[in-house]
Each structure stands twice: as C-alpha cells, then as structure tokens.
C-alpha cells in the first residue's frame, strides 16, 4: 500500500516550482497535484489519457469540448482522452487531485 497526505503533496509541488506534481505512477494510473493561481491562463492541451480532476480548493470554469461550466471545492470533472480543455476565469487559486488512465505518457 501507498498513502499520500494532502500536505505532504502540496508541499512536493511548492517545492518542485512545478504547477503539476506527479506522485504516483503505475501502467494503469498516473496521478498528481495541478494548481493554478487566480487570474492564471491554464496551458493545457489534450491528452492522450481519459482524466479525472477533483478539486480540493478554489473557483473557476472549465471548458471541455463546447461545454462550459463554474467550478467549485468537492467537484469531480471527467474528460476523455484527445478532448480539449481548460480552466479559466479562476477567481480562487486551484488545487486539483488529477488521475490519468493510463498513465500519463
């Protein structure tokens, strides 16, 4: 087993200078921490991967394919692999739990 503190990763991620920290990774799943500041501009492109973003703090939208819609803390957002998407107007900084399946590249 493996276990992660949420604490521990945030600080893996302020240290890393990085706005995505990787903390797992095995053939079926990757997983990390993506934060981005408020006013940010999200550089996302698609993925390869289906993905699922949890979001642990911070408001925001968030756009996939031509749908568009506000964020909050508790939501859950799946989006299939090669669809485009973004967070945008982020008002609140953002701290997302992200899985990739399968790993990511």
Sequence with gaps: MQAFALNDLLAARTDSGKLYHEFLRVPALSAGIYGLAAGAVDRQSPHDQDEIYYVISGRAHFRAGDE??????????????????????????????????????
Excluded: C, S
């Design 68 to 105: 568009d819609r506000p964020i909050q803390p508790g939501d859950t957002l799946y989006v299939a692999a090669q669809v485009p998407h973004k967070f945008h107007t982020i008002t609140e900084e953002l701290t997302l739990l992200v899985f990739f399946a399968p790993a990511e590249g």
